[in-house]
């Protein structure tokens, strides 16, 4: 069973405060992903990744850093964060050659 | 554009009554559609996927989805709910060409199951 591990699984901060979500899966996968989910949005993918070292784009990205260490951990970085960035964020994992996703438990993130 | 439409945001049952939840799709290649499940206080868990061939696919706990190309459609179903499957279930298609593995998630269906 793949495991993925993110922390804190609650984080309050205040307007443009620095924040760092961790994410870090224990199975090898290729690719990691972060995404935000918010009511009537549904899923929104912020960034992704195919490896160590390597950085994509998702679909909303603005207001947002990331970054991959090791083929472990994957990184979020709100460098100030703002109120619309409260929301609840998932990690996820999926290995090379495969289309399933593994996710995390979630961090909760409430910006004052 | 490829979209995913879950048409029902809230759906009540009663315990050992069947499931439908719906699900369509646009896509402009060969789809791959999943569902996930989502518990409370949880993150997704697959529940089943489609790729190609019979259509009809099997799931987890007694989860199937049905895949209809002309209808643009992969309900789910479920012949008999318990209280445990309330849940948020999304359906999801595969956008990425190749594996980059982006998803498109619908906005989820959120299933109660009374007693």
């Known amino acids: 069973e793949a495991a993925v591990t993110q922390s804190p699984r609650n984080k309050v901060t205040v307007t443009g405060g620095n924040v760092t979500l961790s994410c870090r899966q224990t199975?090898?996968?290729?690719?990691m992903y972060w995404y935000r989910q918010d009511t009537g949005h549904g899923l929104r993918l912020i960034h992704y990744?195919?490896?160590?070292?390597?950085?994509q784009i998702g679909d909303v990205p603005d207001g947002y850093k990331a970054t991959r260490t090791t083929q472990e951990d994957f990184f979020l970085l709100l460098e100030l964060a703002s109120p619309s960035q409260t929301s609840l964020y998932f990690c996820?994992?999926?290995?090379?050659?495969?289309?399933?996703?593994?996710f995390g438990s979630g961090t909760r993130l409430t910006v004052l | 554009a490829q979209s995913v439409t879950q048409p029902d945001a809230r759906v009540t049952v009663s315990e050992g009554a069947s499931l439908q939840l719906r699900c369509k799709y646009s896509?402009?290649?060969?789809?791959?559609l999943f569902w996930y499940v989502q518990y409370p206080r949880q993150g997704l868990q697959l529940l089943l996927k489609?790729?190609?061939?019979?259509?009809v696919v099997q799931g987890v706990n007694g989860f199937e989805a049905e895949f209809s190309k002309s209808n643009s459609s992969f309900h789910l179903r479920k012949a008999s709910v318990h209280w445990s499957d309330s849940a948020v279930y999304f359906c999801?298609?595969?956008?990425?060409?190749?594996?980059?593995?982006?998803?498109?998630f619908g906005l989820g269906t959120t299933l109660q199951v009374q007693p």
């Open positions: 996820a994992s999926r290995p090379q050659g495969a289309e399933t996703l593994y």
């Open positions: 199975n090898s996968h290729n690719y």
């Open positions: 990744s195919y490896g160590a070292g390597n950085l």
């Open positions: 896509s402009s290649g060969t789809p791959y």
């Open positions: 489609y790729y190609s061939g019979d259509p």
């Open positions: 999801v298609l595969s956008a990425g060409a190749g594996n980059t593995g982006k998803l498109i």
